[in-house]
């Protein structure tokens, strides 16, 4: 699954530059306000991405496909005014279209060799410091095939003594 976030990393990266992080999501979000965790800072705004579970059946041999879920959340720092009159309400508009240009380049994307990405779900919920968090979890058949490899006999070897 590693390789799959790391392409997606990738992939969102290039679409997207003006995203200050792109990374695996490793709880960087809740550990915002802890400074006794020991991260990197999250620079707005960023992307994080988790493969959150996999159900796994088996295909063939020791290999198995599954049906993998990616949480990816778009994190906005909000800090602007937005309320009606302000002048600053084309605020909303510009989060929602970075919002929908990010599911546009993910939905339908192949990660991998195998399935594409599929929206299942997704909330939008706001965080500590006025920053908006837009979360989408997307399904993804995935493959993980082990080789079955064949150990060689071991040659026998047989000496006989003649008569010399």
Known sequence: MESIICNLVEHIKAEMPELLTVDEDYGQ????????????????????????????????????????????RLIIDCYDDTHSGCGTEENVQEREEMRSRLHTILQGYRPADDGVLIRKRSKFFTW????????????????????????????KVSLSVGNL
């Open 29 to 72: 979000l809740e550990n915002l306000n802890d400074e006794q965790q020991d991260m990197y800072p999250i620079m707005f705004p960023a992307v994080l991405i988790e493969n959150t579970e996999t159900e796994w059946g088996n295909i063939a041999g020791r290999s198995q496909k599954g049906d993998a879920l990616f949480r990816v």
């Open 128 to 155: 500590y410091h006025g920053i908006k968090v837009y979360e989408v979890t997307y399904a993804c058949v995935v493959t993980e095939t082990i080789r079955e490899t064949v150990k060689a006999a071991r040659p």
